[in-house]
């Protein structure tokens, strides 16, 4: 499953983590796979497997 970069901008954001946020905006593809873009995930402190879970917009649960 794909999501779209902006919605895992907003989490950093809503984590308090601006800096981040910013990294994400310029590193990130428009559309993240968790499982493909691990390793840029990874170097956000994002953990792939609790992505979907933790994203706003309540997809909790899917896909995981």
């Known amino acids: ?20 946020a910013a990294q994400a905006e310029t590193e990130l593809p428009a559309k993240v796979d968790p499982e493909a873009h691990a390793d840029l995930l990874a170097k956000l402190d994002i953990d792939p497997q609790a992505l979907l879970k933790d994203l706003p917009g309540g997809l909790g649960g899917l896909g995981v």
């Open 1 to 20: 499953m794909e999501i779209d970069k902006s919605q895992i901008v907003e989490l950093l954001k809503s984590r308090g983590d601006d800096a981040k």
